[in-house]
């Protein structure tokens, strides 16, 4: 799950690459054991936020889930948003702009 936070967090610190003098506008996280959840918001219009927690704890399906969104302003000043689940199912993302099968 740890894993999951760094990932997301550099998948945010990535997107405002290109802008390096974007600024931490917000940023919020509370981290326990088996749960956690944050909030990351700059100055460049990146917004990100997730939860996630640990089920059926102690059984043979134990998993981590993970709801959250993201959304930036992409180089054609269009804000891309993106709302996701990781659980055992994979991770399912759905937005407006990501083609559906």
């Not at 919020?28 to 059926?56: C, F, M, W």
């Amino acid at each position: 799950m740890k894993f999951i936070i760094v990932f997301v967090a550099l998948f945010a610190f990535a997107l405002a690459a290109p802008n390096r003098n974007a600024e931490t506008l917000r940023y919020d996280a509370d981290v326990e054991p088996l749960t956690y959840q944050y909030r990351v918001e700059t100055s460049n219009g990146i917004k990100t936020e997730e939860q996630g927690h640990v089920e059926d704890i102690g059984s043979e399906d134990e998993a981590s889930v993970v709801r959250g969104s993201y959304s930036y302003v992409g180089d054609d000043g269009i804000t891309y948003a993106v709302n996701y689940i990781a659980d055992k199912n994979g991770f399912q993302p759905q937005g407006a702009h990501i083609p559906v099968a």
